[in-house]
């Protein structure tokens, strides 16, 4: 088997449990491919000299593989997102800290884990991203994200106004600190932290949610992903900020930013007897009341 390797760096808490997943990786036949920053840190930091095929830089040098193993967080899995794009490789998160929604392997699970996927005990998870399109470039070819569009005030205290049209049919005039036009998936990121609901990674919608607007009554809506959102913003700086993911980008006021599904989805690596829903108790301790 084929697999590739990313990650970001990680605390000496993890140093041991990495050995453990090359070492598992090897010993199972794996032919290894690994990015060549994580291998450099791999050697100086933490003394690990992994054995390897070869090593990438990005999505343009990477080599068919069968899975590629995301080290870190749900951040590093958003990146490792860039690395793969539409060539259908399907992504494992391996959790080198704490809290994990993509990222849902924890150390401790990493043996068994491991042993699992490299013999195929695993299903595989279609994931939606959604597509940005304006007339300033400015993402280049990374114009997609997996969890969220954000549109944000830049540099000020006032509000920006966004006006969004679903369909080419008016919505509403959003008076706001900004937006967040997120997947399924990013349901249980940005968007639930300014009180979006959570949704099934399955649910092929979009949720379009305000951050801090200034009418109350305006409420998160949720559309089919299917649709087609054009969004006009105005800003008394002239300026706003918008990202994908974790990245931004500095746009003019008045630019037109039309968003709609991605023609491609990436596919995640599910353990068996792990679901959506072990890892909604799991990460939001749903159990952690006696009574359930």
Request: hydrophobic share 40%; proline share 4%.
């Amino acid at each position: 088997m084929r697999v590739a390797v990313y990650g970001k760096q990680f605390g000496e808490g993890f140093f041991s449990y990495c050995s453990i997943l090359l070492k598992h990786l090897n010993d199972a036949g794996a032919e290894l491919f690994i990015h060549r920053s994580f291998y450099d840190f791999l050697v100086a930091q933490v003394g690990l000299k992994p054995g390897c095929c070869e090593l990438f830089s990005d999505f343009h040098d990477l080599p068919d593989c069968d899975l590629l193993f995301s080290i870190g967080g749900d951040g590093t899995f958003l990146d490792a997102v860039t690395m793969v794009r539409h060539r259908h490789i399907p992504i494992v998160g391996v959790n080198s800290g704490r809290l994990g929604f993509l990222a849902d392997i924890s150390k401790e699970e990493l043996p068994v884990a491991v042993a699992e996927i490299m013999e195929g005990r695993y299903l595989v998870r279609e994931l939606d991203l959604l597509k940005l399109e304006t007339s300033v470039p400015c993402f280049g070819d990374l114009d997609f994200a997996l969890n969220e569009l954000a549109v944000q005030k830049r540099d000020s205290s006032s509000m920006i106004t966004i006006h969004a049209y679903l369909n080419q049919e008016f919505l509403n005039s959003y008076w706001a600190d900004g937006l967040i036009v997120s997947t399924a998936t990013g349901s249980t990121a940005y968007s639930l932290s300014v009180g979006g609901p959570i949704m099934h990674p399955a649910s092929r919608s979009f949720i379009i949610n305000p951050i801090a607007p200034h009418n109350l009554t305006v409420r998160p809506l949720v559309v089919p992903s299917d649709f087609e959102l054009l969004l006009k913003v105005e800003a008394r700086g002239g300026k706003f900020l918008a990202s994908l993911d974790s990245r931004s980008c500095i746009l003019d006021e008045g630019l037109e930013l039309k968003v709609s599904k991605a023609d491609f989805s990436v596919p995640v690596i599910e353990r068996a007897g792990k679901s959506f829903y072990t890892t909604l108790r799991s990460k939001l301790m749903w159990g952690a009341d006696k009574r359930n």
